[in-house]
T-cell receptor
Framework: DAGVIQSPRHEVTEMGQEVTLRCKPISGHNSLFWYRQTMMRGLELLIY????????DSGMPEDRFSAKMPNASFSTLKIQPSEPRDSAVYFCASSAGGDQETQYFGPGTRLLVL | GNSVTQMEGPVTLSEEAFLTINCTYTATGYPSLFWYVQYPGEGLQLLLKATKADDKGSNKGFEATYRKETTSFHLEKGSVQVSDSAVYFC????????????FGAGTILRVKS
């Protein structure tokens, strides 16, 4: 079975540019989570969706960040404009209806904003 | 609120040594408890979990027991291997809060041959 798929795996961009991170959850999973990991702050939950609907976006740092889930098999996290402090590893995770507690993580996107 | 505190690392051990990584939690409601492991350059993987008091989660030689009286979920392994070198995260979720995972800061484990 394919796990959670994220793309790109690495992204280097310049300050002010738009960045779009993509995630394909495990087929059949109905919850999707976006996390950010930095040395300073550890793992932070940014937003999560249930059945494609955003449930809690209280972790989204500011208006420059937005996330969408147009269908059950795809989600995006967009940063516009990007800033150097956005440099981090961004993880997507999904979980299934029968076991919402267990989240399966993707390999992450390592973002560097210069 | 809900929070997880785990011992600071890095923890450095020789191969075949006994491992303990301490984890304590604070939760409103009745949490489920988890240990996740992150190998270098990878995402997090569920290592084990326990959903009620006195349950023991186990996997790959690792164990942790849900202790409600001490609000703890310490990770143990009797004999570590070099391949166990990774970052270990303790986490909790509370159904009343939408099963969001709350993670500890992570503990780096280094095992030397």
């Amino acid at each position: 079975d394919a796990g959670v798929i994220q793309s790109p795996r690495h992204e280097v961009t310049e300050m002010g540019q738009e960045v779009t991170l993509r995630c394909k959850p495990i087929s059949g999973h109905n919850s999707l989570f976006w996390y950010r990991q930095t040395m300073m702050r550890g793992l932070e939950l940014l937003i999560y969706f249930n059945n494609n609907v955003p449930i809690d976006d209280s972790g989204m740092p500011e208006d420059r960040f937005s996330a969408k889930m147009p269908n059950a098999s795809f989600s995006t996290l967009k940063i516009q404009p990007s800033e150097p402090r956005d440099s981090a590893v961004y993880f997507c995770a999904s979980s299934a209806g029968g076991d919402q507690e267990t989240q399966y993580f993707g390999p992450g996107t390592r973002l560097l904003v210069l | 609120g809900n929070s997880v505190t785990q011992m600071e690392g890095p923890v450095t051990l020789s191969e075949e040594a006994f491992l303990t990584i301490n984890c304590t939690y604070t939760a409103t409601g009745y949490p489920s408890l988890f240990w996740y492991v992150q190998y270098p350059g990878e995402g997090l993987q569920l290592l084990l979990k326990a959903t009620k008091a006195d349950d023991k989660g186990s996997n790959k030689g690792f164990e942790a027991t849900y202790r409600k009286e001490t609000t703890s979920f310490h990770l143990e392994k009797g004999s570590v291997q070099v391949s166990d070198s990774a970052v270990y995260f303790c986490a909790l979720s509370v159904r009343e809060y939408g099963n969001k995972l709350v993670f500890g800061a992570g503990t780096i484990l280094r095992v030397k041959s």
